[in-house]
């Protein structure tokens, strides 16, 4: 913007330079006409004098003007008496006619030209043929002060630059204006994030007069402090939820412990409380696995591999622990695998999740009830179905299988000593595995989690 | 005094009520919520200690019908949930107490002890009837400053008697509060076992603590006048 006010600047300065010069260079040249014109009818050098210095552009003071004429062989013809003995510039021979210069006399005044070439030829005087006299190459200038020119054009430049100047600061002015209260919005919304403290995030940006270009930036940081905040709850309440899980077998260790205390007891009864304490202990130390287990799978720490793992036998190794605590409820434990079915997976990984399934089923199978695992390749991927009776869930408590401490409260066998964690980590473990868990309700109250081992390359040895 | 223990985690009702009988109190324990609400209605218990999440039905739903049907059993909440919020709910339901676990056995019995002499309107636990003295916070028993040895179950029969002194309490009053629900003791258990506590208690050179009020029950200390 700058750099248009300036060309303007320049292009008014150029134009009224220009028409200054030419209406002075006009009067200039009339003069010099005239005078070559008188010149023209009469060369007598003291009736030309006198006559030039009657003409009036000679008389005024205030535009001194001077004239000298010059004849042939340089002779000086006539001059300006107030020139006394100061000559004006000449004309050169070859220099197109008529020529306008400037110069400063001694006094240091700006002069302003007007060279001209002219043929002086003998006029008939006083009705007289003229005399015989061959025509003259004569030389004139006229000059006149140019002081007043000049100052006009350095008002007209100091008047331009101090437009421009204001025009400037006002520009720049109005400029922080705008931009001030263009930006007030935002200033407000950066003042009101900065008063969000990290340990409240339940305040929103309000902003009451938000012009239109604003209010999504407004909207995002909004949802943005929504996101962040549900974020933060959860995880508070996760916290919450394992301060409430471990506290519970605290509780159980710490009274069974304080009960035995009371009295002196038998051998036998501390035995039976120390292997209490190390049951509740040995529960504590999985719920802690576990939860370590889904911190690092929530970070993305943990190392795959991918092992040829044989279906059939990962199932029977998983189900060994199992099996005698079964077999005394009278639990019927079936697996249809074929001895051929094998996937690429990572084996510690996998186990665990067979573990932990198997652990729920036995957990939760009915007295005499049974417990299935199938599994079928299709299409290059495997899937497995871990299935048991016994099941009181509804259809709703199902799809809240997964949710880290839920647990299906009716259905809670063995005094809670499993704290809902386990098929929260089936769940995050088969996702990290590239494959997925789903729970489904069967007819007759069976309850099914079925393994899709996903992009696991499955093949028949 | 007799106790309902609703808490659904094995291990911490199972030394919780080992710990409680050891202590003399009648005990009835279960890990199910509507079970404790079945207890709780069938007896009238002197304290009422509750678990909040329990199977079958939460312990603030059993606070809010037990509360709404009128019954005075005071109520201990024993939770792992320990915001102030979940306080405040609690108590405002109806709850007298609140416990965080883990806890003190030590506390919870002392928090015990609190709310029965509320039930029976005693702060002071060293009750005295005649020349009887009976400290509730220890468990012993002096009679002219000499200590009288008893066996848990003759504590607490004596202690009932003892914080209802002067007043008739019937055998149905003795059986309520003083045995557990499934004990083996048939109806004449609390005329065997005030039996022995004449023996150990009553003097033959002093007029009988222990009188027999005949068809209503028993009374300690003199009959009101």
Not at chain 1, 29 to 35: D, N, R
Request: hydrophobic residues 40%; contains cysteine; aromatic residues 6%.
């Amino acid at each position: 913007m700058l750099l248009l006010l300036a060309a303007l600047s320049l292009i008014v300065y150029g134009t009224i330079r220009r028409a200054l010069f030419a209406q002075f260079d006009a009067g200039l040249e009339s003069t010099a006409q005239l005078i070559a014109a008188v010149i023209g009818q009469d060369v007598d050098e003291v009736e030309l004098g006198l006559e030039v210095q009657q003409m009036p552009e000679f008389r005024d003071i205030t535009h001194e003007a001077y004239f000298q004429l010059w004849g042939p062989d340089e002779v000086v013809w006539a001059k300006s008496p107030t020139l006394r003995t100061e000559d004006l510039w000449r004309i050169g021979d070859n220099a197109a006619s008529p020529v306008f210069t400037d110069w400063h006399d001694r006094g240091g005044r700006p002069l302003r030209a007007i060279g001209l070439r002219f043929v002086a030829r003998p006029a008939d005087k006083d009705g007289k043929p003229p005399p015989k006299m061959s025509p003259t190459t004569m030389r004139l200038t006229v000059a006149r002060d140019a002081t007043e020119l000049h100052s006009q054009l350095r008002f007209l430049q100091w008047l331009l630059l101090m437009a421009s100047a204001g025009v400037t600061a006002l520009s720049l002015f109005i400029a922080a204006v705008v931009v001030r209260h263009g930006l007030a919005p935002l200033t407000a919304i950066a003042a009101q994030i900065e008063a969000i403290r990290a340990d409240d995030l339940t305040a929103r940006i309000e902003a009451r007069h938000t012009p239109s270009e604003i209010a999504p930036i407004k909207d995002r940081l909004n949802d943005l402090l929504q996101r962040l905040q549900a974020s933060f709850q959860r995880e508070q309440r996760f916290t919450a939820d394992v301060a409430h899980e471990l506290r519970t077998p605290l509780a159980g260790l710490r009274s069974t412990m304080e009960v035995t205390l009371l009295r002196s007891r038998e051998s036998r009864e501390y035995q039976t409380v120390l292997s209490d304490c190390l049951g509740i202990v040995q529960n504590m130390q999985t719920m802690v696995n576990n939860l370590l287990m889904l911190a690092r799978l929530e970070a993305h720490q943990i190392t795959l591999r991918r092992d040829r793992i044989l279906l059939a036998d990962l199932v029977d190794t998983c189900w060994r622990p199992f099996a005698e605590p079964a077999r005394q409820r009278q639990i019927t434990f079936e697996s249809t695998l074929s001895d051929d079915l094998t996937c690429l997976c990572d084996l510690d990984n996998l186990s665990m999740v067979v573990s932990n399934l198997l652990a729920n089923a036995s957990e939760y199978t009915d007295n005499g009830g049974r417990i299935r695992v199938v599994a079928q390749a299709t299409a290059g991927h495997a899937e497995l179905t871990i299935a048991n009776t016994g099941c009181s869930l509804t259809q709703e408590q199902i799809a809240q299988v997964f949710d880290c401490f839920w647990r299906g409260d009716s259905s809670r066998r063995d005094g809670g000593l499993h704290c809902g964690l386990g098929l929260a980590l089936v769940q995050r473990l088969m996702t990290a595995l590239g494959g997925s868990a789903t729970a489904e309700l069967q007819a007759g109250g069976i309850f099914a989690v079925r393994l899709d081992l996903g992009p696991c390359a499955t093949e028949r040895r | 005094m007799r106790l309902l223990l609703v808490e659904d985690y094995r291990p911490l009702r199972e030394s919780l009520t080992k710990g409680l009988r050891e202590t003399g109190f009648a005990v009835d324990s279960t890990g199910d919520g509507a079970e404790g609400l079945w207890y709780a209605r069938s007896n009238d218990y002197d304290v009422i200690i509750l678990d909040l999440m329990l199977p079958g039905l939460d312990g603030l739903s059993i606070i809010k019908k037990l509360r709404a049907e009128g019954r005075q059993s005071h109520v201990l909440i024993l939770t792992a949930k320990d915001t102030v919020d979940d306080r405040i709910t609690g108590l405002d339901l109806g709850a007298d107490d609140y416990m965080v676990k883990p806890f003190a056995f030590q506390e919870l019995l002392a928090r015990v002890r609190a709310l029965l002499r509320r039930s029976y309107r005693t702060k002071n636990p060293l009750l005295e009837v005649g020349d009887l003295r009976i400290d509730l916070a220890v468990q012993r028993v002096w009679r002219d400053g000499a200590e009288i040895g008893l066996t848990p179950r003759e504590y607490a029969l004596l202690e009932y008697l003892a914080v209802r002194a002067g007043q008739v309490v019937s055998r149905t009053d003795i059986w309520e509060h003083v045995y557990e629900f499934n004990s083996s003791a048939s109806s004449n258990v609390v005329d065997v076992y005030i039996g022995y506590l004449r023996k150990k208690i009553d003097r033959p050179d002093r007029s009988p603590l222990i009188n027999t009020i005949r068809g209503r029950g028993y009374m300690l200390g003199a009959e009101p006048c």
